[in-house]
């Protein structure tokens, strides 16, 4: 299967424990985004990585969130003392930039589920 | 900031009856949009996109035509079948296709 992977699928945590959730984009994918889906909703963007440059983080990306993309293939993204308003599905997706007539299609992984109790 | 507009679901219709999902978009520049299906237990696929104005994306029978005067991008299907039960979101990114900006999602629902 090459397509996105996601580890764990599913995470549950205890109020102030830190959790790091991993994303294996597609081989060869120079661009990796993170995105935060809650229920009824649809996914917010997080960050995202050219290589393993953070280019972007959004305003939701507290002080206790951190992604890191340290070679340029796999990305973690740590929550530190979470909260319940963490519990979320966290998506990771990847893509290949190609020019601007090039494939920019965004791949998604099947997520990892945070339940924070 | 760019922002997308979806109509509330759930949609819920029977087989073969024909499929719209309004989308109206919000954004500087030139935008491309998208429509991504969630089906029950999976990740997100995209389903159609388009990239400039009155180009039309189609796939599996689902169609939507960029409409840039009435800064719309509606989904349509002419006869849905059970199959398409699914939450759609439309979606769209600014230039230099970074971060998808989405819309809260449409469930739709079809009965046999």
Redesign the interface.
């Known amino acids: 299967d090459t397509g996105v992977s996601q580890n764990p699928r599913h995470k549950i945590t205890k109020r102030g424990q830190n959790v790091t959730f991993r994303c294996d984009p597609i081989s060869e994918h120079n661009r990796l985004?993170w995105?935060r889906q809650t229920l009824?909703?649809?996914?917010?963007?997080l960050t995202?990585f050219q290589n393993e440059a953070q280019?972007?983080k959004?305003r939701l990306l507290s002080d206790r969130f951190s992604a890191e993309r340290p070679k340029g293939s796999f990305s973690t993204l740590e929550i530190q003392r979470t909260e319940q308003g963490d519990s979320a599905m966290y998506?990771c997706?990847s893509?290949s930039?190609k020019g601007l007539a090039g494939d920019?299609?965004?791949?998604?992984?099947?997520?990892t589920r945070l339940t924070v109790l | 900031g760019n922002s997308?507009t979806q109509m509330e679901g759930p949609v819920t219709l029977s087989e073969e009856a024909f499929l719209t999902i309004n989308c109206t978009y919000t954004a500087t520049g030139y935008p491309?949009l998208f429509w991504?299906v969630q089906y029950p237990g999976?990740?997100?696929?995209?389903l159609l996109?388009a990239t400039k104005a009155d180009d039309k994306g189609s796939n599996k029978g689902f169609e939507a035509t960029y409409r840039k005067e009435t800064t719309s991008f509606h989904l349509e299907k002419g006869s849905v079948q059970v199959s398409d039960s699914a939450v759609y979101?439309c979606?769209l990114?600014g230039t230099g296709?970074?971060?998808?900006?989405?819309?809260?999602?449409t469930r739709l629902l079809v009965s046999p």
């Open positions: 985004y995105y009824g909703q649809g996914p917010e963007f995202y280019l972007e959004s998506l997706a893509s930039l920019y299609e965004q791949f998604f992984g099947p997520g | 997308v491309s991504y999976e990740g997100l696929q995209l996109k979101f979606a990114t296709f970074q971060k998808l900006v989405f819309g809260t999602g």
